[in-house]
T-cell receptor, first 117, second 110 residues
């Protein structure tokens, strides 16, 4: 499809395990975002990529969280030593990067729901 | 302090009613403002941008008050299909980040 694709859609893991969540943005979108959303809350900013580089990673909660986008397209969010508090919906979004052309429309994927037992 | 604050509601209104949501933002240098809609267990989607002069899209009207740092969304003639969570979104003047509010839950009752 032409939309943002996220895998897996659901991930159940045990406390202390390592998890990778993948995002495939819309072709041609150079800006890519990761958000985390807990029940009853709005999406919480984690990290934003412009091309291959992390333009802003100030939202990552601690050093257990890391994200990469090696070729400027697919991105992987990596969580080490998972904790129960990491349980949430992880949303990826992409957008047109040119500020003039940017209507503010972030195109979100359906998310990866992470449950840490 | 959060970048964006919203009253989470819930707002329960009858069909045909007019309902308004407000949102405040903390960064006075913010440049771009938006309302997103999120249906239950779905991803957020852009509803409309908010321009300084105010803008309207059918039954929806968005307004920006820079002096007081708040954004509003007015929905007229509410439909059952308007039931959703409405997220206020602010983008600062640097970079390309988008900060979301907690969202306001709306249920339109038959």
């Amino acid at each position: 499809g032409a939309g943002v694709s996220q895998t897996p859609s659901n991930k159940v893991t045990e406390k202390g395990k390592y998890v990778e969540l993948r995002c495939d943005p819309i072709s041609g979108h150079t800006a890519l975002y990761w958000y985390r959303q807990s029940l009853g809350q709005g999406p919480e900013f984690l990290i934003y990529f412009q091309g291959t580089g992390a333009a802003d990673d100030s939202g990552l909660p601690n050093d257990r969280f890391f994200a990469v986008r090696p070729e400027g397209s697919v991105s992987t969010l990596k969580i080490q030593r998972t904790e129960r508090g990491d349980s949430a919906m992880y949303l990826c979004a992409s957008s047109v990067t040119d500020r003039d052309a940017n209507t503010g429309e972030l195109f979100f994927g359906e998310g990866s729901r992470l449950t840490v037992l | 302090r959060k970048e964006v604050e919203q009253d989470p509601g819930p707002f329960n209104v009858p069909e045909g009613a007019t309902v308004a949501f407000n949102c405040t933002y903390s960064n006075s240098a913010s440049q771009s403002f938006f309302w997103y809609r999120q249906d239950c267990r779905k991803e957020p989607k852009l509803l409309m941008s908010v321009y300084s002069s105010g803008n309207e899209d059918g039954r929806f009207t968005a307004q920006l008050n820079r002096a007081s740092q708040y954004i509003s969304l007015l929905i007229r003639d509410s439909k059952l299909s308007d039931s959703a969570t409405y997220l206020c979104v602010v983008s600062p003047n640097t970079g390309n980040q988008f900060y979301f509010g907690t969202g306001t839950s709306l249920t339109v009752i038959p």
